[in-house]
């Protein structure tokens, strides 16, 4: 038979997540990363391009061609906000993931809202200013609220404040300056309350299947405290997702698929449904995004169980299997430099103890800002790795994601992470508990 190649565009855990999840199957031979990371290239023997930004799509186009590679398929956002996917299929490559202009739905937000205003999605009230005084003058004239600041481009996950009152929206709209062109447009949106999850669907075009859902923490502190983050972890399947919520869901992503296919920018790729369930159970939209969640892939793509190659490589035909997935529960925390999400620079180049015996174990571990020195493995970004911990409820998981960390460490106490997630599950099962 013959063996496949396959391209991922990504550097990260998530792109972690997709080597370990395509080199697991039969037909997979070869797995390339760009940029990749020195963790998949010593771990999981992946060839990476360390030197190639995500958007050198010139360079990424040329790869593809030489390594004649069967599958490209793009996880990272700006990748697909500079048109990566069209300039492959215009190569005649094989792609996963969504053109420039169905990718809009995450790369610009202001555009994004309109959308689901158009198709009458459940969205907050919300507001898009394109001058500071714009934003200044509108909060001036409502009554005291809690607000969302975003800057409508592309932030790192990092392009949405909250505001806890009018005087918070006010030093907020001027801090959108921080994000550059990203934060040229920005919206102003009323505040939901709830329990926030993300779902994820495979798409081709009109056709769709849940993939998985999963609880993502931004907060850089425990109890949701701190700036927002990539993400500082994640759980799944989350409790918040009951059947009412299912139906709901599937209802969004069916009309979002076919408005897009209605404006001709049809989807193919994984579409990211960032929602928050009220007291009423019911769902609003809070984002979407073009391409897997980092760091619900680490989660959730473990619990496939469909062979991935073949599953995408059958949207590449207009076909999408059934998922199938295994009835664990999977807790990832996300170990990183002290400082994060602002100033860690004290901490790159610091040698990570401990982490070699933590991958010479059972337990997953997924690189991501980290480089191989003559002595170990050593900071070199913000968000560093993720551990892994499965088991067959949220208390067990999460035992065994934090008794792997705790075998790892950075001289000076420069390696942070959270220390509660899960935590909601992890409530909900003790209140079961409690009640047997």
């Known amino acids: 038979m013959y063996k496949k190649t396959v391209l991922i565009i990504d550097g ?88 420039k202009k169905a990718g809009q739905l995450e790369w610009d937000k202001a555009w994004s809202r309109n959308f689901m205003k158009k198709l009458r999605l459940p969205i907050p009230k919300y507001k898009v200013c394109n001058l500071t005084s714009e934003g200044l003058a509108f909060i001036k004239s409502q009554e005291d609220s809690k607000w969302y600041i975003k800057a409508s481009g592309l932030a790192a996950g990092k392009g949405a404040i909250f505001a806890k009152s009018n005087e918070a929206a006010l030093i907020a709209i001027g801090s959108m300056k921080q994000f550059g062109t990203a934060g040229k447009t920005y919206l102003i949106e009323q505040c939901l309350v709830g329990e926030e999850f993300s779902a994820f669907a495979i798409v081709s075009g009109k056709k769709f299947e849940i993939i998985g859902y999963a609880q993502d923490h931004k907060t850089v502190f425990d109890s949701n405290r701190g700036e927002n983050t990539g993400g500082m972890g994640c759980s799944s399947p989350p409790g918040v997702i009951t059947k009412k919520v299912e139906f709901q869901v599937k209802s969004i992503i069916k009309k979002t698929v076919d408005g897009l296919d209605h404006l001709k920018r049809p989807y193919t790729g994984i579409l990211y449904l960032g929602g928050m369930v009220d007291e009423n159970q019911k769902v609003w939209i809070i984002e979407f995004n073009a391409r897997w969640g980092d760091p619900e892939a680490q989660v959730i793509l473990p619990s496939v169980k469909n062979d991935f190659f073949k599953l995408i490589d059958k949207v590449q035909k207009g076909k999408i299997s059934k998922i199938q997935r295994d009835d664990l529960y999977r807790v990832v925390v996300a170990a990183t430099s002290k400082g994060y999400p602002k100033d860690y620079s004290k901490v790159v180049s610091k040698e990570i103890e401990g982490l070699e015996k933590l991958v010479s174990g059972k337990t997953k571990v997924y690189g991501a800002g980290i480089k191989k020195s003559n002595n170990g493995w050593v900071a070199s970004s913000g968000r560093l790795f993720y551990v892994l911990g499965e088991g067959t409820d949220v208390a067990q998981a999460r035992k065994i994601a934090y008794n792997a960390l705790s075998l790892v460490s950075i001289k000076g106490n420069n390696l942070h992470y959270r220390t509660d997630i899960g935590y909601r599950d992890l409530q909900r099962l003790n209140n079961d508990r409690g009640k047997t």
């Open 12 to 99: 990260g855990g998530r792109g972690s997540a997709l080597c370990e999840k395509y080199l697991s199957s039969p037909q997979v031979a070869k797995v390339i990363a760009i940029p990749g990371n020195d963790f998949m290239k010593y771990i999981q023997n992946v060839e990476t391009y360390p030197d190639i930004k995500t958007t050198d799509v010139n360079k990424i186009v040329k790869i593809a061609q030489e390594q004649k590679v069967d599958i490209v398929d793009v996880a990272q956002d700006d990748a697909v906000a500079v048109g990566l996917v069209d300039a492959l299929k215009k190569a005649h490559t094989n792609v996963f993931g969504p053109s």
